[in-house]
């Protein structure tokens, strides 16, 4: 939903592409940052406690994002939105790997997990869409008061409440150091486009990112209790399955933040008409769970991992070849094909590291789980970004401008109007008579820079499904 509605915030705070990028970031790197502590509070302190304390914590910052006057301000509520998300999804997966462990219907119970994952995608657009058109951008986020009440309600009613036998004390220095690494790193990768990818201030950000990852790492391993546990590693498959997931996060889950903004800014389109036009994405990922089951019945997590992968890397090459295309249905064709290998991989992602993990761990490795997950989302949104405007103002600026008489600051400030989804009242204060054909030379750029987006991430897909394919294949 609000991928959805990024130009439509866009337009209400006069906001950058750079400022809505941190709208997704804010989120994802308090999300991320916050998995893995999530996943030990769980197993210690009670899921069914950390997944109630979530939902207050979200509920109550998304009151504060409907109400943000400012793009600060949503950040901040959305980087506390974040928080709440991360207690809600590690203890809820714990509480589904703890009651299915080791249990017939454990494959079962996952491939419902990801039937409601796609489900909810399939009718977020839609419903975002609609409320936006209706009512305003700021409803899609109080509508989650009234739902996370009923979630509230029900998980008190029929929920019971699990710990870890072995409870582990909390690792400051690890819930400290990793959440810095990250935020530095996504800062500095947000950053290029206007500080440039080899400025002193990006690469001091990048270096000390490096630092604090290398420094978490020192710490989990000289534990005896750690966060991590690195031992888990040497594991091949599942080390093969926590590569699957940053591979389908990084390739195709990444891509729901970026196909709404290219919808509305490349078609014209309306925040409801972009929602409609996400459906054969969406309507492919709920189908694709079930195919990869029927395809995958006497096959391994790891085997419909790779095939699934390999979809998603033929599908975000065919749609970045088609995305100039003034058809439609064309680029619904791609997005179909990456929507259908994204739903192998939804289920079946957590299925294969979950069933590497002893149940005693399920909130630990749960936790690994969404945090490579989200972390693989929250660095795709940067490197993706990054690209997707590095290239699309080189374009524009090297070439059209030029020829149109545009200075530098007045087409950079021009492009990054259309990248956030307002071509229709970008660049009013331009020549009239060079308006139409800057639009859409800039529209153009804007396509090709989405075009390499999805090369970079048919390339992380291919890489994924080779490196999977490999470990699995190792004793």
Request: net charge positive; hydrophobic share 55%; proline share 4%.
């Amino acid at each position: 939903m609000v991928a959805l509605v990024l130009p439509s915030i866009s337009d209400s705070f006069t906001a950058s592409f750079q400022s809505l990028e941190w709208v997704i970031s804010a989120y994802m790197i308090t999300f991320a940052s916050c998995l893995l502590p999530a996943g030990g509070f769980a197993d210690r302190f009670g899921r069914r406690r950390i997944l109630l304390t979530g939902l207050a914590i979200f509920c109550v910052s998304s009151v504060a994002c409907g109400l943000a006057g400012t793009i600060t301000a949503l950040n901040v509520a959305r980087a506390f939105q974040g928080v709440g998300a991360a207690l809600q999804l590690t203890s809820a997966l714990a509480i589904i790997g703890n009651a299915f462990a080791h249990r017939p219907v454990a494959a079962r119970a996952w491939g419902i997990w990801g039937t409601c994952m796609g489900l909810t995608i399939c009718l977020s657009p839609l419903l975002g869409g609609f409320i936006t058109q209706l009512i305003g951008w700021k409803a899609i986020f109080l509508i989650n008061v009234p739902l996370g009440m009923l979630i509230a309600y029900s998980v008190i009613r029929w929920i019971p409440e699990s710990k870890a036998a072995l409870r582990r004390p909390i690792d400051v220095m690890g819930s400290v150091t990793f959440p810095l690494a990250l935020a530095l790193l996504i800062w500095g990768l947000i950053s290029v486009n206007g500080d440039g990818l080899f400025s002193l201030l990006t690469l001091a950000k990048f270096s000390v990112s490096l630092a604090l990852f290398t420094l978490f790492i020192l710490i989990e391993t000289a534990r005896q209790q750690p966060m991590v546990d690195f031992r888990l590693f040497k594991n091949p498959r599942f080390s093969a399955g926590v590569i699957g997931m940053f591979g389908y996060s990084a390739s195709a889950q990444v891509l729901l933040s970026f196909f709404p903004l290219y919808l509305q800014t490349w078609f014209d389109l309306t925040p409801l008409m972009a929602g409609v036009s996400m459906l054969p994405f969406a309507v492919a990922m709920v189908i694709g769970p079930h195919a990869g089951n029927f395809i995958g019945r006497d096959r391994s997590a790891h085997w419909l991992l790779t095939v699934g992968l390999a979809t998603v890397c033929t599908g975000n090459t065919l749609t970045a070849c088609l995305v100039t295309s003034s058809h439609y249905l064309w680029v619904a064709l791609g997005m179909s094909l990456i929507g259908f290998g994204a739903g192998m991989l939804n289920g079946t992602t957590q299925r294969a590291i979950m069933g590497e993990a002893p149940p005693e761990n399920t909130g630990m490795v749960s936790g690994i789980a969404q945090s490579t997950r989200f972390a693989s989302i929250v660095l795709a949104v940067g490197i993706l970004g990054a690209a997707l405007a590095q290239h699309a103002h080189a374009v524009f600026e090297r070439g059209p401008a030029r020829s149109l008489g545009l200075h530098s600051a007045e087409a950079h400030r021009f492009l990054d109007q259309v990248l956030t989804g307002n071509g229709r009242s970008a660049g009013l204060s331009i020549d009239p008579s060079v308006h139409a054909s800057a639009l859409l030379a800039a529209r153009l750029s804007s396509a090709s820079g989405f075009s390499l987006a999805l090369m970079i991430a048919a390339l992380i897909a291919g890489t994924s499904a080779v490196l999977i394919w490999r470990l699995s294949r190792r004793p």
